[in-house]
């Protein structure tokens, strides 16, 4: 299972800042509700005749790589939506599926689905993206991006990089002063994609260094990446360790700098 510690960060007028995990195998529960996490980047696969979460390698989830059935998560999800009626909630799958109607069947048995927000709502060419209100009137509080281009018309789940912008994740993604698109994303000043996702996280997981990772070095890749968008700051921000360091203080100082304010 991977995931990404991390942050989701709007103007109150069209997106919000959202804590967002990087949950790696370790993790023995879905963070969202204690401590404030709102959103997932799950590496999802086939695997004993079901989806599994699977922080792997090759396309493949094997027996000392896989984690837990994906549906277990997502029902934590569904659980949560329910007791928290007006949060909203972000799911990004690294997506090794290949099962048909792979990931249609798990949301279902989930109950996560009528949650989910359409994509024939989602904005097309850089398009505003409704109101944090009016997601949860209509109770579409779940947005969920696949890797996979093939299953937005197949399956009704949104191919990440038609709406997002994506820097260069791993060590290679923290060179100061510096943010490239990763490879599978458009160019970060592509403003036909109305969503930024910024990646601050070592190949390998430091824990000791987590902490000045998170801290004045993840605010100059903020600003290295806003001046790389097109003058766009991050709508997620995806870290390893989000409980060490001041990362919220860092966000709230983010706001009054930038003049942004959560919903």
């Avoid at 984690?67 to 799958?93: C, D, G, H, M, Q």
């Avoid at 989930?110 to 024939?120: A, R």
């Avoid at 018309?153 to 994506?166: D, L, S, T």
Wanted: glycine share 6%.
């Amino acid at each position: 299972m991977s995931g990404r510690e991390s942050l989701e960060i709007t103007t109150i007028s069209k997106v919000k800042l959202i804590p967002f995990s990087r949950v790696r195998s370790q993790v023995t529960e879905f963070p969202v509700s204690q401590n404030g996490v709102r959103g997932l980047m799950l590496d999802m696969y086939d695997f004993r005749n079901d989806i599994w979460l699977c922080h792997s390698y090759g396309g493949a989830c094997r027996n000392f790589t896989a984690f837990t059935p994906a549906v277990n998560v997502l029902r934590e999800i569904e659980v949560f939506l329910k007791r928290n009626p007006s949060e909203v909630i972000t799911i990004f799958i690294e997506d090794y599926v290949e099962a048909p109607m792979g990931l249609t069947r798990v949301f279902n048995a989930s109950g996560l689905t009528p949650f989910l927000f359409p994509v024939w709502r989602m904005p097309k060419n850089g398009g505003d993206w409704p109101l944090l209100s009016d997601m949860v009137r209509d109770n579409h509080r779940l947005l969920v991006f696949t890797s996979r281009s093939a299953k937005e018309a197949a399956e009704g789940f949104a191919h990440e990089w038609g709406y997002v912008v994506e820097n260069q994740y791993g060590s290679k993604g923290m060179v100061k002063g510096s943010c490239p698109n990763r490879a599978e994303s458009a160019a970060m000043n592509d403003l036909s994609r109305s969503l930024v996702l910024v990646n601050y996280f070592r190949d390998l997981p430091n824990f000791p260094e987590a902490c000045k990772d998170n801290s004045a070095q993840l605010l100059g890749m903020l600003d290295a990446c806003h001046a790389a968008s097109g003058g766009r700051w991050a709508n997620f921000i995806a870290v390893d360790f989000y409980k060490v360091s001041h990362l919220y203080q860092l966000v709230a100082l983010l706001f009054q700098k930038k003049q942004l304010v959560t919903l």
